[in-house]
């Protein structure tokens, strides 16, 4: 879905979520129902950090293609700081 912006005269800009492709140059305001014009505007693009967009890609596979584990991992070693954590 995209988000589309639009100006009626009266009541002035408005956003409009629709599929990609799909907005037409007027559409009616939601709040007069008069015909309000497409106002062309930047994208809204942002960059994220490599492990953001490492994990994103990551969740975005797991929908079609999960990764399945077929063996229980080695108990892993006890972190030499744990060890000089106070025990009751």
Do not use: N
Not at 7 to 27: I, K
Not at 33 to 46: I, Y
Not at 55 to 67: G, I, V
């Amino acid at each position: 879905m995209a988000t589309y912006a639009y100006r009626c005269q009266d009541c002035g800009p408005f956003e409009v979520r629709l599929p990609m492709g799909t907005a037409g140059a007027a559409t009616g305001c939601p709040a007069c129902g008069s015909p309000a014009r497409r106002v062309f505007t930047a994208p809204g693009l942002g960059r994220s950090s490599p492990a953001l967009s490492a994990a994103r890609a990551r969740e975005e596979r797991s929908q079609e293609a999960p990764e399945v584990v077929t063996r229980v991992t080695p108990e892993r070693p006890e972190h030499p700081a744990l060890s000089r954590l106070p025990r009751p």
